[in-house]
């Protein structure tokens, strides 16, 4: 099993429509959780942090289940500017001031006219 | 501007045949690491240092050296590159730890014939 799988898409969607992404991490033990936005062949961004209680960004949410050990990501009013790849990103380590951080495959939105 | 600036860009070279990619960051960031990019496969982790003259070991260590003389640069260095490293390249650096906001550079496209 990966350390953090997504499902790779693509996810293909209308202007304006509401589209959320999973992420499950295999570490119960990992402190911190990120999602990042990769343009086609450009350097990953970090879109947001994925805090306990859930935090929310303009149109972006993303949520942590412990329990379950997943991420979401959940865009509203997808804009043509959202289609890229995003990724799940998730400090695997008990303290979250280690140098490892686990990606995810990364999961593909087109977001149509 | 604050920045993370690989060099070169683009090579393409031959199996066998020492090569250098470098990484300068100009945010006085403890924290550095390089990805490699594959498809299906995501980022992966090389090296990480977390401070000067502290590295460490990625998942995908192998093939790959890395040296942190100086805060600014973390250079990787492939001693005997072979066709399985031709790879999208990413150096990336944050404050402390990998719990931070990393900022990546442009990318390096690296082909070994």
């Known amino acids: 099993r990966k350390e953090v799988e997504q499902d790779p898409g693509p996810f293909n969607v209308p202007e304006g429509a509401t589209v959320a992404f999973n992420c499950t991490y295999s570490?119960?033990?990992?402190?911190?959780f990120f999602w990042y936005r990769q343009d086609c062949r450009k350097e990953p961004k970090l879109l947001m942090s994925?805090?306990?209680s859930g935090n929310e960004d303009g149109r972006f949410t993303a949520q942590l289940n412990r329990a379950s050990q997943y991420i979401s990501l959940l865009i509203r009013d997808s804009k043509l500017s959202d289609s890229a790849t995003y990724l799940c990103?998730?400090?695997?380590?008990?303290?979250?001031?280690?140098?490892?951080?686990?990606f995810g495959q990364g999961t593909t939105l087109q977001v149509k006219p | 501007e604050a920045q993370v600036t690989q060099n070169p860009r683009y090579l393409i070279t031959v199996t066998g045949k020492k090569l250098t990619v470098t990484c300068s960051q100009n945010?006085?960031?403890?924290?550095m690491s390089w990805y490699r990019q594959d498809p299906g496969l995501g980022l992966r982790q090389i090296y990480y240092?977390?401070?000067?003259?502290?590295?460490d070991k990625g998942d995908v260590p192998e093939g790959y050296k890395v040296s942190r003389k100086e805060k600014r640069n973390f250079p990787l260095i492939l001693e005997s590159p072979s066709p399985n490293q031709t790879s999208l390249y990413f150096c990336?650096?944050?404050?402390?730890?990998?719990?931070?906001?990393?900022?990546f550079g442009d990318g390096t496209r690296l082909s070994i014939l």
């Open positions: 990336a650096s944050s404050p402390t730890g990998a719990s931070r906001t990393q900022h």
């Open positions: 570490n119960s033990a990992s402190q911190s």
């Open positions: 994925v805090y306990s």
């Open positions: 990103v998730v400090n695997m380590w008990a303290s979250s001031n280690t140098g490892k951080l686990i």
């Open positions: 945010m006085n960031h403890e924290y």
């Open positions: 240092s977390m401070n000067v003259e502290v590295t």
